[in-house]
Each structure stands twice: as structure tokens, then as C-alpha cells.
């Protein structure tokens, strides 16, 4: 490929790459939605009974 036709190329995919960003971010904002009871809970429960290892790590 020509430099030229390159350069191209490579300025359209850094056009991109806010918008595969942002949809990210959205993505991301609609799975904390979804999980956010279920994370309140199971935070709950950490702080009320531990976790499964906390009985035998050393540290």
C-alpha cells in the first residue's frame, strides 16, 4: 500500500477510536446498572461473613 494511501488509513481509525471509547464507557454504565443490586449485596455479605479464604491466608 502506498504511503500516502496508508496515512489515510491510519488518521480514519484514530477518528475511531473516541467513538469505540465512548461506546465503552456506555457499555460499561449499562453493566453497573444491571449489576448494581447484586454488588450491594454480595459487598454486604463480604462485610458480614468474609470471604472463603479469610480463615487461612497469612496475611
Same mark, same amino acid.
Given at each position: 500500500?502506498?504511503?500516502?494511501? /496508508?496515512? @489515510? +488509513?491510519?488518521?480514519s481509525?484514530? /477518528? @475511531?477510536?473516541?467513538? +469505540?471509547? *465512548? &461506546?465503552? /464507557?456506555? @457499555?460499561?454504565a449499562?453493566?453497573l446498572?444491571?449489576?448494581r *443490586?447484586? *454488588? &450491594?449485596?454480595?459487598n454486604?455479605? +463480604?462485610?458480614?461473613q468474609? @470471604?472463603?479464604?479469610?480463615? *487461612?491466608?497469612?496475611?
Amino acid at each position: 500500500m502506498p504511503s500516502k494511501e /496508508l496515512e @489515510t +488509513v491510519k488518521n480514519s481509525q484514530d /477518528l @475511531t477510536q473516541p467513538s +469505540v471509547q *465512548i &461506546a465503552n /464507557l456506555e @457499555t460499561s454504565a449499562e453493566w453497573l446498572d444491571h449489576n448494581r *443490586i447484586a *454488588i &450491594a449485596e454480595y459487598n454486604q455479605f +463480604v462485610e458480614e461473613q468474609g @470471604t472463603f479464604s479469610d480463615s *487461612i491466608r497469612s496475611f
